[in-house]
């Protein structure tokens, strides 16, 4: 399996921009697709992005796309979420996955490693 470790999360007041970073190590870390879900309080862990391993595809929920960019650099093995314009709504608990092949299904089922995940809250 892959570790993750999630890192830049915090307090932002509405319309700031945040990026998120996934630091990824283990055999072979760098031929994982990688994603980024969120959760609530309450609420399924929904898919917000996706990146293959080569980094060549991607995938956004629709309700986002465009705020939000994913990237990995396969050299560091790290995945960046780079999230602009939030919204309180955008306020979660962050986790990055990691899983055998790029999924855009929108289920956590397909990633088999998980960060520990890092909260991000958009508040004025």
């Known amino acids: 399996q892959v570790q993750l470790k999630e890192s830049g999360g915090g307090l932002v007041q509405p319309g700031d921009s945040l990026r998120l970073s996934c630091a990824a190590s283990g055999r072979a870390a760098s031929d994982y697709a990688m994603a980024w879900f969120r959760q609530v309080p309450g609420k399924e862990r929904m898919l917000v992005a996706a990146?293959?391993?080569?980094?060549?595809?991607?995938y956004y929920a629709r309700s986002l796309e465009g705020r939000f960019t994913i990237t990995r650099d396969t050299a560091e093995n790290t995945v960046a979420l780079q999230m602009k314009n939030l919204k309180p709504e955008d306020s979660a608990t962050y986790y990055c996955?990691?899983?055998?092949?790029?999924?855009?299904?929108?289920?956590?089922?397909?990633?088999?490693?998980w960060g520990q995940g890092t909260q991000v809250t958009v508040s004025s």
């Open positions: 990146i293959s391993w080569s980094g060549s595809v991607t």
């Open positions: 996955a990691a899983g055998p092949s790029l999924d855009m299904g929108g289920s956590p089922d397909p990633y088999n490693s």
